[in-house]
């Protein structure tokens, strides 16, 4: 372009191309948040908007079961409904959880028998060892939800603890659900009952959360420090309560 604004005339030009071109922008949120500048930009505005969610449950189960044939093997129904019970169609989440689920039957000798399901005990170590991998990816669908959005899946997670589910009586949660429901974050429908999308994500918010946010990086001001050490004190210290890595 010769611009970096795209002018009409080069918008027409593009749609002329549509059939054979095809340019796709990913954000993790709206346009009108992102850059709020380019939101009007006939560009943008000529752009059809799709949410990504999560997998359907259909398209989680092949997800799943696809390399595991390919392999000769099958998994017992009951292990591939709690593994999808955990991870709610994230693809990301499935991988390594189906991982996971592997490594664990090949231990326990029972990888070829499908007739043979994993146990409560060995579920329940399974679920604790998923939630150590799944709690950096809660950290990140945390850090880019609303403020508003967490007051609400909050609540959530404090009804279920008492009742199991929650009716849809409260405004706070009403009001967000539509996108969080996109985002695979919420289950279940208006007309019926919600829930969090995972029992370790609920464990996450009822923990982890709070966790994150009462670790307060002490500071020695009679230490000197390098540069480096400087910057990454900088870092850590603007970014409280999310997972880093150096």
């Known amino acids: 372009f010769a611009n970096q604004i795209v002018s009409k005339q080069e918008v027409n030009l593009l749609r002329s191309i549509r059939d054979q071109v095809a340019i796709i922008l990913f954000t993790e949120k ?23 969610s999560s997998l359907s449950e259909d398209e989680a189960r092949k997800f ?3 390399p ?3 392999k000769n093997l099958a998994l017992p129904e ?29 231990s326990l000798k029972i990888l070829e028998n499908n007739n043979i399901p994993l146990s409560q005990v060995y579920k329940d ?25 967490h007051s609400a899946i909050k609540e959530l997670a404090t009804f ?9 009586d409260s405004p706070g949660v009403i009001d967000v659900f539509p996108p969080l429901k996109s985002k695979g ?45 400087q910057d990454l004190l900088n870092y850590l210290q603007e970014n409280k309560g999310r997972a880093c890595t150096y």
């Open 78 to 106: 009951n292990d591939v409904d709690y593994v999808l019970s955990i991870t709610n169609g994230f693809p990301y989440l499935l991988i390594l959880a189906g991982t996971a689920l592997w490594d664990m039957r090949s």
């Open 30 to 52: 709206s346009l009108s948040k992102v850059n709020p500048d380019a939101s009007s930009s006939p560009f943008f505005q000529s752009m059809p908007a799709e949410s990504l």
């Open 160 to 168: 279920s603890k008492q009742k199991g589910q929650k009716t849809l």
């Open 185 to 229: 974050i919420f289950k279940g429908e208006l007309a019926g009952h919600i829930s969090l999308f995972s029992p370790l994500f609920e464990k996450y918010v009822d923990t982890g959360t709070s966790l994150a946010k009462s670790r307060e990086i002490p500071i020695n001001n009679e230490i000197a420090l390098t540069k480096i050490e």
């Open 68 to 70: 595991v044939n390919k």
């Open 125 to 149: 170590a399974l679920a604790g060892q998923l939630y150590d991998q799944f709690i950096r990816s809660f950290s990140i669908y945390w850090e880019h939800l609303e403020p508003n959005e």
């Open 64 to 66: 799943l079961l696809t």
